[in-house]
Structure formats: C-alpha cells, structure tokens
C-alpha cells in the first residue's frame, strides 16, 4: 500500500512538472481529471433523478424560441427549448419550466437537436404530462428523465478521454 502511494504521488509530481513546462501530457492529464470530475457530477445528478417521483402535471407552454439578440445572419442565431408546466405535489401548486437535467441550445443549422428535444416530451392530446419532482425540493422538476442512453453518453465523457490518454502516454 506504502509503495502505491508513493508510485501516485511520484506520477503526479511529474505531472505537475510536465503541466508547467507546457507539456501535452500534463495538459491531456488535467482534461481526462476534469472530463472525470465532469461526467461523474453528471451521473450522479442522472441517477438521482431517474429515482424521483412523479406526478401528472398540465403542459402550457412547450416549444423551441430564438434564444438571445436576433443575429442579422439567420445561421449565427441560437435556439432553446422553452417550456411552461404546472403541477401539484401534496396539495402545492408549483410550475416549472425544465424539461431535462441538461439545457440544450444549438445554432439555426442544428435547431433540429433542440427539437428532439422538445418532441421527447410524452405529452396527452389534453395537455397533460408526467412531471419527475425533487422529493426534497418539490419546485425543482423535469418533464423528461435520463435514459439509459444519457447514461452511456455521460460514461463515454470520461471513457474515451481516460482510454487515448492511457493509449498515447501510458501503454
């Protein structure tokens, strides 16, 4: 265990080395930790949403807008996903406008994304729709819960990184 220790603290000491001297090592290095630090922030707030309640809430609002100042170029503008709900949860009305723990915006050639989206949303023909609710802070709500497949997307930010680092410094 004592070697171990040493062994790590050794590596990172040339890290920090490589870090300072520009090195692309020490660069990639702090990446992969960041794209680590990243992803599983990302999985852990993944996780405790698709354990959350639900309730079935009303649908106002839910469509994609132009998202900041108007561009005189059409292709520079941005789009977002913009949405009104309401929903009770123990006799509280609360409204919320998320639809997914992850905000997507994207340019006027890739509003399509944002579109996906939007229509992932399971809405009924009579406006009503499944609201997943924080347990410990109603107010905080989404209208879509990560899938299996946010999950593998969340994995591969720190997989893909961690594997080319290990294949061009380590191996």
Same mark, same amino acid.
């Given at each position: 265990? %004592?070697?171990?220790?040493?062994?790590?603290?050794?590596?990172? *000491?040339?890290?920090?080395?490589?870090? %300072?001297?520009?090195?692309?090592? &020490?660069?990639?290095?702090?990446?992969?930790?960041?794209?680590?630090?990243?992803?599983? &922030?990302?999985?852990?707030?993944?996780?405790?949403?698709?354990?959350?309640? !639900?309730?079935?809430?009303?649908?106002?609002?839910?469509?994609?807008?132009?998202? &900041?100042?108007?561009?005189?170029?059409?292709?520079?503008?941005?789009?977002?996903?913009?949405?009104?709900?309401?929903?009770?949860? %123990?006799?509280? *009305?609360? !409204?919320?406008? +998320?639809?997914?723990?992850?905000?997507? !915006?994207?340019?006027?050639?890739?509003? &399509?994304?944002?579109?996906?989206?939007?229509?992932?949303?399971?809405?009924?023909?009579?406006?009503?729709? +499944?609201?997943?609710?924080?347990?410990? +802070?109603?107010?905080?709500?989404?209208?879509?819960?990560?899938?299996?497949?946010?999950?593998?997307?969340?994995?591969?930010?720190?997989?893909?990184?961690?594997?080319?680092?290990?294949? +061009?410094?380590?191996?």
């Amino acid at each position: 265990m %004592k070697l171990m220790i040493e062994v790590t603290f050794s590596y990172l *000491e040339s890290i920090f080395v490589l870090t %300072k001297a520009g090195d692309i090592q &020490g660069i990639a290095f702090w990446a992969v930790a960041y794209s680590w630090l990243i992803a599983w &922030g990302t999985l852990h707030i993944y996780w405790r949403v698709r354990h959350w309640p !639900s309730v079935i809430g009303r649908i106002e609002q839910l469509e994609v807008r132009a998202f &900041g100042a108007a561009e005189w170029v059409q292709s520079e503008q941005d789009y977002i996903a913009d949405s009104c709900y309401l929903y009770e949860v %123990k006799g509280v *009305e609360y !409204s919320g406008s +998320r639809i997914a723990p992850w905000q997507l !915006s994207a340019s006027h050639n890739l509003r &399509g994304i944002v579109q996906g989206q939007v229509s992932a949303v399971p809405v009924q023909p009579d406006g009503k729709v +499944r609201v997943y609710y924080s347990p410990k +802070r109603p107010n905080k709500s989404y209208l879509v819960r990560p899938g299996w497949l946010s999950l593998l997307i969340a994995h591969l930010i720190y997989i893909v990184p961690t594997y080319w680092y290990l294949q +061009r410094f380590v191996f």
